[in-house]
């Protein structure tokens, strides 16, 4: 069976509001079927899915006194969406944020507690996407508290705040392009070993 391109194209786009609706994420419209997908509605993620009973409640843009995190345009513009890892993108979102921050903005120290339950972030995720950032220019890290190996100075002497990395968005290094960007990158650090 012959399907045009604009037919696979509008099937990825009804797949994709099916999953998103599953997830209540957007609410369809009840009803017709051949009319489902037409003025389906954003809703909050905050909202009800983990209250039985509560309502889910419409998505709606947030005003000059909601806090929310804010990365470049140019990370959707350059493409560095497309060629980042998900660790790798949402550490950035986590630096973006900053919740649970040991400093003041611009540089941030998120302890490893903090990283795990707030954000999803692992060691192993944390420990493989913070120095490719770094390599791509988009993430400053100063370890503080570290021998040349990585390990801890004086570990279990107190609670451990005095070791957390302080990290910096690069909000210019957005501007390069990323794929271009990252393949030099990886192409030095080979040429290293």
Partial sequence: MY????????RH????????????LVELVPGNKRRVYDGFRLLDERAGLNREGSALL??????????CLALPASFINEGWIHVLEDSEIVLLMMVACGIGNLETLPQVAIPSRVRLLKYGIGRDSYSTAHPMLA?????????????????????????????????RLMDDAFEKPARET????????????
């Avoid at 100063?142 to 005095?162: H, M, N, S, T």
């Fill in 13 to 24: 786009v009804q797949s994709a509001l099916n999953a998103l609706s599953a997830a209540h």
């Fill in 58 to 67: 419409p998505y709606a843009t947030p005003d000059s006194e909601d806090s």
């Fill in 3 to 10: 399907r045009t391109p604009l037919d696979k194209k509008v």
């Fill in 135 to 167: 390599q791509f220019g988009l993430l400053e890290v100063e370890e503080i508290g570290r021998q040349d190996d990585g390990r801890v100075l004086g570990y279990g002497d107190d609670d451990g705040a005095a070791h957390v990395h302080r990290l």
């Fill in 182 to 193: 990252v393949t030099k990158a990886i192409k030095d650090a080979l040429d290293r070993s």
